[in-house]
């Protein structure tokens, strides 16, 4: 009698250990699919709304417009690179 009670406490233990895990499996796997769903939606976001890329008037880098320092005429990566062009350019004005 004592090993059937001991068979049967055996069983019911691997039968709650099963469901747990079976219930592990599955919460990890929604949450992996709804990642991806979130990767996938924002990956269509950036490819929606691209940015204009501007070139850098010193150096010749392009970068995006949004980044980008703008004297009215034209378009930097930096402000050292808009001060540097202005002043070379000064001089060339003068001579």
Not at 57 to 81: I, M, R, W
Request: net charge negative; charged share 25%.
């Amino acid at each position: 009698m004592r090993a059937i009670v001991f068979l049967l406490f055996v069983v019911l233990i691997f039968l709650i250990a099963r469901f747990v895990l079976n219930r592990v499996i599955e919460i990890r796997e929604k949450q992996r699919q709804q990642d991806l769903q979130n990767q996938k939606a924002q990956q269509a976001k950036t490819n929606d709304n691209p940015e204009e890329m501007v070139r850098c008037a010193e150096c010749g880098v392009h970068l995006p417009q949004a980044e980008a320092y703008f004297d009215g005429k034209h378009t930097f990566c930096s402000e050292g690179h808009m001060q540097k062009y202005h002043s070379e350019h000064q001089n060339d004005n003068q001579e």
